[in-house]
């Protein structure tokens, strides 16, 4: 049985000569029965391989119908070897192995081509979805701000419908513009809002109306007093209101915020500082329960706005002024730059009610002379101040022990966005080794990113750097002349890379803690 088999080169007869040798007398039984199932096994395997191949005409087997009965017989596998017209090799003389692999083949390469198919299925549905949703610059262009957007006739069409459908006035733009802040509102304050269009009473509260000429015309300046002022307006704004009849409060008074705000920022671009008190209002609205009547609910806004101006503004700018104190020891030389509320009542409390000795140098610069400010209050608490323009800082920065500055915003990116002049008195203080503190209050934090100056900003009215000289202004009229451009920039972005340290009512982070606290921030709202 074993000599007939070995042809076959595939069976384990061949595999398995044990009665040909002479040891075979040397196997046990045990080994007997294992080599006597390993062949019924390989049997079994053999036969489950002659079934499909006998069955499939593509193998080379022959189209008789009897044959493929005695290919699959289990009792004749010496008959299968003997002759060519088995299914064991075909014409071709291919072996069953060679059948096989061709099977194989085959089976991987329709694989193949389906999988292809549904990859391209799949490639043509994703390209086809974009046609679907907007592209990407249109998602973009939504996320602008409309104040960042005045180079964009379709933006500026659809600010005009949205201000006409709340029935506020569109402010016009000033003079030429330099090219490279076109895409940024300029106004004058000759032309209030007021007078280039009639406000209806019913629509815009007297209170707000009082409140954007004081933007406008430069009366609030600051970003603690302008939200302070803000959230003053709207508890008075709270309390005359009443709701229609089938309204709900939650609901209504939210739409009616919307134009009274729409109309602030018409008359300058609201604060960073404004929009997350605006954003805290609205949350605060939207969550009263239906429960509550109406006299109820206008109290609890207003114990709301008054709790945020103590937390956020008040009580924050004495955690910082203590905070601060530990920074400030005797016989240091301060320098301060403009006009902020909280580095002026940083330093009064350290002298008078810490008792530090310590000198200021304020630096100040044109149009606005916010110093001159700075200066009145320190000296009236009896620090000894310094004066100068912000061209001669490095002339007085070999003598400064630190610098403190304020700040209109902390950016997400780190960056500290305050008045035009910080981010260049930050740079030569690091050329001096002069560490530079920024105080800020967290309610200031926002979570904008921006790197430069240039785009999103704040232009100011451009006559204001028209100066006097002897009865003479030596750009008198320069809104005539083409080639002629006033720039007057509000506030500049400065680099994380030149603030040391950042005081804040949470306590002293770095630059790089900006989003940390915003992500805290959000989670506790």
């Known amino acids: 049985m074993a000599e007939r088999a070995a042809p076959d080169g595939t069976g384990s007869e061949a595999a398995a000569p044990v009665p040909a040798g002479p040891q075979a007398p040397e196997l046990s039984r045990e080994e007997k029965l294992q080599l006597r199932k390993e062949k019924k096994q390989q049997k079994k395997k053999k036969r489950s391989e002659k079934g499909p191949a006998a069955e499939t005409p593509e193998l080379g087997t022959p189209s008789n119908p009897g044959q493929p009965q005695v290919a699959a017989h289990p009792t004749s596998p010496p008959a299968l070897a003997d002759g060519p017209n088995d299914g064991e090799k075909p014409a071709g003389g291919k072996s069953k192995a060679e059948l096989r692999a061709e099977r194989r083949a085959k089976q991987e390469a329709e694989r193949a081509q389906k999988q292809a198919k549904k990859a391209e299925l799949s490639q043509a549905a994703t390209a086809a979805k974009p046609r679907l949703t907007p592209t990407e610059p249109q998602s973009v262009v939504k996320r602008l701000p409309e104040h960042v957007q005045v180079d964009d006739p379709a933006a500026q069409r659809k600010l005009a419908k949205k201000l006409e459908r709340q029935q506020v006035p569109l402010r016009q733009d000033y003079g030429t513009k330099v090219n490279l802040f076109s895409h940024l509102h300029q106004y004058s304050r000759k032309k209030p809002l007021t007078q280039q269009m009639s406000i209806p009473s019913t629509v815009i509260h007297p209170a707000v109306v009082r409140l954007g000429l004081q933007y406008s015309q430069g009366i609030i300046n600051g ?303």
């Open 223 to 525: 970003s603690n007093a302008r939200c302070i002022a803000l959230l003053e307006v709207f508890k008075q704004l709270i309390r005359d209101y009443s709701t229609p009849p089938n309204e709900e409060l939650s609901r209504d008074l939210v739409a009616k915020l919307k134009p009274h705000i729409s109309f602030l920022n018409q008359c300058r671009p609201l604060s960073a500082s404004m929009g997350n008190a605006i954003k805290f209002l609205k949350k605060e609205i939207s969550c009263l329960p239906d429960t509550l009547r109406e006299e109820e609910a206008k109290e609890k806004l207003q114990d709301t706005i008054d709790k945020y101006l103590r937390e956020k503004i008040v009580l924050a700018a004495e955690a910082i002024s203590r905070s601060a104190f530990e920074k400030i020891n005797d016989n240091d030389v301060i320098l301060v730059y403009g006009c902020s509320s909280l580095v002026n009542r940083t330093l009064c409390d350290a002298h008078v009610k810490k008792g530090r000795a310590f000198r200021v140098i304020v630096v100040d610069s044109r149009p606005r002379l916010e110093g001159r400010e700075t200066l009145r209050r320190l000296v009236r608490k009896g620090i000894h101040c310094t004066y100068v323009m912000i061209n001669a800082i490095s002339y007085v920065l070999p003598e400064v022990s630190k610098v403190l500055l304020g700040a209109h915003a902390l950016l997400a990116n780190g960056s500290v966005m305050s008045r035009v002049g910080t981010s260049q008195i930050a740079l030569v203080s690091k050329a001096y080794n002069v560490p530079v503190l920024v105080c800020c209050e967290t309610y200031k934090f926002c979570e904008r990113v921006q790197t430069d100056s240039f785009v999103s900003n704040e232009l100011d009215d451009p006559d204001d750097l028209i100066v006097l000289r002897k009865g003479q202004a030596q750009l008198g009229g320069w809104a005539e002349n083409k080639s002629l451009r006033l720039l007057n920039l509000v506030y500049d972005v400065t680099p994380p890379d030149l603030v040391d340290l950042v005081i804040t009512d949470l306590g002293m982070i770095p630059c790089t803690s900006v989003p940390v606290v915003l992500r805290v921030k959000n989670v506790d709202q």
